[in-house]
């Protein structure tokens, strides 16, 4: 166990649909990273966010949109979902900016059908 | 942002047999992290190298860090089943926020 949480582990739905991912951050962790995995891709980063704040942003599509909570969970809503988007989505995190490395979550795997 | 180039993509070897992978940069690098992701499993932290020329190690692997900080190295010395995976190397992004990861390179090991 890793310390960082992530709900939940599979998900399966049909295009179209909207899907909501979630995190939970190392105990103490401010900054709370998204990566998608893909096959093709490798790990792509999406966004992080920092004690609330968004800090940064990748290749995160506009259907996509996040947010970190006062309590520091943090969630990834996956909106008009296409096949494409099938992939595995990582959350991370770090006590600050990660200089001494991220721990991962063990992902959600989604498939779009 | 910047993009580190991993070699090989994927490497096939026989268990004892060394292995090394590499992380290029056509720009010079603040530092440089490596993670280890098993089949099925999530990426772990290895290890951050952050001084030009820097030589680390862990026990059966080493990791090296170019003089001119744009390229790092991973080897790992006779390679066990337990190595099986996709080692990756990260990058601070230009923001400096966030890692991003080269394609990995995907090990394997038959006994």
């Known amino acids: 166990d890793s310390g960082v949480t992530q709900t939940p582990k599979h998900l399966i739905t049909a295009t179209g649909q909207r899907v909501t991912l979630r995190c939970s951050p190392r105990?103490?962790?401010?900054?709370v990273y998204w990566y998608q995995q893909s096959l093709d891709q490798g790990l792509q980063f999406l966004i992080q966010?920092?004690?609330?704040?968004?800090?940064a942003k990748g290749n995160i599509l506009e259907r996509f949109s996040a947010q970190q909570f006062p309590d520091l969970h943090s969630e990834l809503n996956l909106s008009s979902l296409e096949l494409g988007d099938s992939a595995l989505y990582f959350c991370?995190?770090?006590?600050?900016?990660?200089?001494?490395?991220?721990?991962f979550g063990s992902g959600t795997r989604l498939t779009v059908v | 942002g910047q993009q580190v180039m991993q070699i090989p993509q994927y490497q096939h070897v026989q268990e004892g047999e060394d292995f090394t992978t590499y992380c290029n940069s056509s720009?010079?690098?603040?530092?440089i992290q490596w993670y280890k992701q098993r089949p099925g499993g999530h990426p772990v932290f290895l290890i951050q190298?952050?001084?030009?020329?820097e030589v680390k190690k862990q026990k059966r692997l080493t990791f090296q860090f170019g003089e001119a900080k744009k390229n790092s190295s991973l080897h790992i010395t006779a390679t066990q089943t337990t190595d099986v995976g996709t080692y990756f190397c990260?990058?601070?992004?230009?923001?400096?926020?966030?890692?991003?990861f080269g394609k990995g390179t995907s090990l394997l090991v038959t006994p």
């Open positions: 991370a995190s770090s006590p600050g900016q990660g200089w001494n490395g991220y721990t």
């Open positions: 105990s103490g962790d401010l900054s």
């Open positions: 966010y920092y004690n609330g704040e968004e800090r």
């Open positions: 720009t010079t690098l603040s530092n």
């Open positions: 190298l952050v001084k030009s020329g």
């Open positions: 990260a990058e601070y992004s230009n923001s400096g926020y966030a890692l991003n």
